[in-house]
């Protein structure tokens, strides 16, 4: 019963429509497993539940602060961006040479198949630039205007570099499958 | 070129899709996180009783509203966003004493809410008739206009009315001990059955 609610008091219904914001568990139940897809496949899957959650809660303490107009998808994948550029420069720093084999916290699921571990060594070996926009584009829907505003540069420049990298990934994956099933 | 090798592009990223577990592991970090840090202005759950499931939610000052699924569970937290703060999470540990207590209520084992309460959603007049409401112990009822006396105006018995329907933190704050003079119910933010049941577990006259 909404007449019964203190929130639809004459108070409330002055308030202008575009300064009603969703409650911040509807942002990530709705963007969650985007995000989540978009840095697995930007940083793999050790380091994305990372960047999602850091991600999650940078957005949560900026969410009341955010333009109601905003897209709220892209203003997180503008985040994650970052967060993922921070982790990189973190281990440029580290800086230890060790083959990065994805490690066993994420599920069983995402590192027991063969076809998810080509998917992964395919994925980690696209320059980083092609990894995110075909990320931004492929993953999280963006136009590659869009694409480009989170990654710099043109908006060609996107879409050739998207373009590229699913060209980069189709041939890596099959390549790793034929090597596993040759082809009769 | 058969499908394994070449995939469709939407087929491309399925290994990329998080699992229940993993939607499950990373909202708890994140609501642990949001907790550690101070920036979970408003934590919610529901738990299932009686009545019907009601919804609890708390800020860090305390419990601040308790809703029946009749009033839309949904609909009370986009107020709860616009009036409190629209950093809202479900779970957490904040809410556990109080889902505790009312689980006790439930089941006959407490007759007395002992936790902090966030009265914020009330002002004026009706914040004055939720802080007598307490008042009303457990088992006891009474009329409209004896808590209209109490609050100090005598003959706003209609303005009672309304605190108590506008009340936010319903069964906490017991605004099903308050009846007509003739000993009807009256009506109730939960609906009539809903006070019929919480009135005759307290063992009151109904």
């Known amino acids: ?184 | 070129m058969n499908t394994t090798s070449q995939p469709d592009k939407a087929d491309l990223f399925t290994p990329l899709q998080g699992t229940d577990d993993d939607r499950r592991r990373l909202h708890r970090r994140l609501v642990d996180a949001a907790e550690a840090e101070g920036v979970l202005d408003v934590a919610y759950r529901t738990v299932d009783t009686a009545v019907g499931p009601l919804l609890l939610a708390a800020t860090d000052r305390g419990l601040v509203r308790v809703a029946y699924a009749r009033q839309d569970h949904e609909a009370v937290l986009q107020t709860l966003s616009t009036k409190v703060s629209p950093r809202v999470l479900h779970g957490g540990s904040r809410l556990d004493h109080a889902a505790r207590e009312i689980e006790e209520y439930f089941a006959g084992r407490r007759q007395t809410f002992d936790l902090p309460l966030d009265l914020r959603l009330a002002t004026g007049f009706r914040l004055g008739v939720l802080q007598h409401l307490p008042t009303i112990g457990y088992g006891r009822t009474e009329s409209y206009s004896q808590v209209a006396t109490a609050a100090g105006s005598p003959r706003a018995v209609r303005a009672v009315g309304t605190a108590c329907a506008t009340n936010p933190l319903p069964v906490v704050v017991p605004c099903h001990r308050v009846v007509r003079s003739d000993g009807s119910l009256g009506e109730y933010a939960g609906g009539a059955e809903a006070k019929r049941t919480l009135l005759t577990l307290e063992g009151a006259a109904a």
């Open chain 1, 1 to 184: 019963m909404r007449t019964l609610d203190a929130g639809t008091s004459r108070t409330g219904r002055r308030e202008r429509l575009q300064d009603v914001k969703k409650p911040f568990e509807q942002i990530v139940d709705e963007h969650g497993p985007t995000v989540l897809r978009v840095c697995r496949a930007v940083l793999g899957p050790a380091d994305a539940e990372d960047a999602w959650a850091e991600t999650f809660l940078s957005a949560l303490k900026a969410y009341p602060d955010l333009d109601p107009a905003a897209n709220v998808e892209a203003w997180l994948v503008t985040i994650a961006h970052r967060r993922a550029i921070d982790v990189k420069r973190a281990e440029t720093r580290r800086a230890v040479p060790v083959a990065r084999v994805p490690d066993a916290r994420p599920s069983r699921d995402l590192t027991d198949d063969d076809d998810v571990q080509d998917l992964w060594r395919a994925l980690e070996a696209l320059p980083a630039k092609q990894r995110q926009t075909v990320a931004y584009h492929h993953i999280a829907g963006f136009s590659h205007r869009e694409v480009a505003e989170i990654v710099g540069g043109s908006e060609a420049a996107a879409r050739r570099s998207s373009a590229d990298g699913i060209a980069n990934l189709r041939r890596t994956l099959t390549n790793a499958h034929e090597e596993r099933e040759p082809r009769p």
